[in-house]
């Protein structure tokens, strides 16, 4: 059973937020000792970044539908709510208030690194953990019993990225290439870009310039005119698939020409083609695009056949799907019962290397660390082929 975001949801969340009652405050209790598996996402489905949002929860609504449709899990089926966030803090604590009263055994989803950080006290009271997409470092270091993320962490990003823009700069002749940072503003990426400060230190390599822009940016005219100005041989960018468009062209229009590399956010078929050769970017995921794939086929299929093959936009609906395989894999080995989030929980860190088929690197969980993922893949577009090009294998993020 999927219950997506209606307006009587909408308005019980928004009550729960203007209340901020934290539900269910005794920790946990039963939840799915009887009856199918409560589970629950809050996602961007209207807000500013939800061309990423909407494909991520299909991904994760098709597994769902799929796995229902084979019987579920241990006998029983997945009752799953999915409420809108907008990206909006106070909207996304609402909904895991909302979650815990309802005694939902996880909350999936938030494509924000702020809303995870602003809704982790409310799920470690309730004991239900949150399954999300990334975050700064102090979701990670020290590791939080409840937060898990089946995305790479922002700040692994540079270290991904330098890797590979260190093989680039040898085959161009480049011994100490200069590396212009340009990355949205927020927390994470804050994170990120000191850990990137470091890392091109490290390597003896300058850092030509650090120059930020909001997470919808309109005009980079100043940020672009500063880049040129430090005459980068490279550029180190961070930014989703809208940001990376209103970024890039602004810096061809200031006349930096050189290679742009981004993270997986930026790394839609739309955006590679539409921003040509020298612009590339990671994948952490494969592309619903993408051909010669069993898995990505099955996929395919097993959307279309749940309504939602028109959100397959980009890498974020696989991110979806596979985070429906994370859910499948865990309610196997918490079992019939389950009947609590901290049971899901001890489940969830018990899975170790986990196999995607295909869709992605090996992801790996434990107790020493909730961070998934490990690997990616660097594409970039070809012209002559009219499809995304793989430039490397599976590389792991941090050497």
Request: charged share 20%; proline share 4%.
């Amino acid at each position: 059973m999927i219950h997506k975001n209606t307006p009587a949801a909408a308005a019980l969340a928004a009550g729960l937020a203007a209340t901020l009652i934290l539900a269910g405050c005794g920790g946990a209790s039963e939840s799915s000792a009887e009856g199918d598996y409560p589970i629950g996402m809050s996602m961007d489905l209207s807000g500013a970044i939800s061309f990423n949002g909407k494909p991520a929860a299909a991904g994760f609504q098709a597994y769902v539908a799929d796995l229902n449709s084979r019987g579920g899990v241990n006998g029983k089926k997945i009752d799953l709510k999915v409420l809108d966030d907008g990206s909006d803090v106070a909207k996304g604590r609402a909904n895991v208030q909302q979650f815990a009263s309802e005694k939902r055994l996880a909350t999936f989803g938030f494509i924000l690194s702020n809303l995870s950080l602003a809704t982790l006290p409310v799920a470690t009271q309730n004991k239900m953990p949150i399954v999300g997409l990334g975050g700064p470092a102090s979701l990670f270091d020290p590791v939080q019993s409840y937060y898990f993320s089946y995305e790479l962490r922002a700040e692994r990003l540079e270290s991904a990225i330098l890797n590979y823009l260190a093989t680039r700069a040898q085959e161009d002749g480049i011994a100490k290439p200069r590396i212009a940072v340009f990355s949205v503003d927020t927390p994470s990426n804050r994170d990120m870009v000191k850990l990137a400060t470091q890392d091109i230190a490290s390597r003896g390599w300058t850092e030509a310039t650090v120059q930020y822009m909001p997470v919808a940016p309109t005009d980079v005219t100043a940020q672009a005119s500063e880049i040129k100005a430090s005459n980068p041989d490279y550029v180190l960018m961070s930014h989703n698939d809208a940001g990376s468009l209103v970024a890039v062209r602004g810096l061809r229009a200031q006349g930096v020409d050189v290679l742009v590399v981004n993270q997986w956010a930026g790394s839609s078929d739309a955006t590679l083609k539409q921003l040509g050769d020298k612009y590339a970017a990671f994948r952490t995921y494969a592309s619903p695009t993408e051909t010669g794939n069993a898995a990505v086929d099955a996929m395919k299929a097993a959307a279309t056949k749940a309504g939602e093959a028109n959100n397959m936009t980009n890498p974020y609906f696989t991110q979806g799907w596979v985070a429906g395989s994370l859910l499948e894999k865990t309610l196997q080995a918490c079992g019939a019962q389950c009947p609590t989030g901290e049971s899901f929980r001890n489940a969830l860190e018990k899975l170790g290397d986990i196999d995607t088929n295909g869709l992605s690197g090996p992801l790996q969980v434990s107790a020493d660390s909730h961070e998934l993922v490990k690997t990616v893949r660097f594409f970039t577009w070809d012209q002559s082929a009219d499809q995304a090009k793989p430039l490397t294998d599976w590389v792991k993020a941090v050497s």
